[in-house]
């Protein structure tokens, strides 16, 4: 039996269309700014799809994310090469680099990835009990 998924046409409209969206039009906005603005996005699109099986659109959104945040980080800074602006924007939060503020700045934060949130699983009830029994 195959796990429920995401629908495919909802996920390119919802997930992917929002962010790049967002992207575009925070050109001028600083780091800080950007991730406060994407955070609830990304993380409403992880909690909305946690029930299903959803690792390859997560790495999608991952993939799809990093690129318009390394395209937006270079329309910032066009005479820096690719390595100096992922050292300026992207820091090592444990063995992963995460688009973040850096821990000195004012508001430090980082955008969370929908990895980050667990997958719940939901086992079947069985047709003589019900979910408020407590067993």
């Known amino acids: 039996m195959r796990g429920a998924s995401p629908c495919r046409a909802a996920a390119?409209?919802?997930?992917f269309g929002i962010p790049i969206h967002i992207i575009r039009r925070s050109r001028a906005l600083p780091q800080s700014e950007v991730i406060r603005q994407l955070h609830p996005i990304i993380r409403g699109?992880?909690?909305?799809?946690?029930?299903?099986?959803?690792?390859?659109?997560d790495a999608r959104l991952d993939a799809l994310t990093w690129a318009k945040l390394r395209s937006w980080a270079h329309r910032r800074h066009p005479t820096q090469?690719?390595?100096?602006?992922?050292?300026?924007?992207w820091h090592r939060l444990g063995?992963?680099?995460?688009?973040?503020?850096?821990?000195?700045a004012p508001h430090a934060g980082h955008l969370h990835t929908p990895s980050?949130?667990?997958?719940?699983r939901h086992s079947k009830v069985r047709g003589t009990r019900s979910p408020y029994d407590g067993d």
């Open 116 to 120: 980050e949130v667990s997958i719940t």
């Open 95 to 104: 063995t992963r680099l995460t688009f973040a503020t850096s821990a000195t």
């Open 45 to 57: 699109w992880a909690h909305y799809s946690r029930i299903g099986v959803r690792k390859a659109v």
């Open 81 to 89: 090469t690719t390595p100096g602006v992922i050292q300026r924007y």
């Open 12 to 15: 390119p409209k919802s997930a």
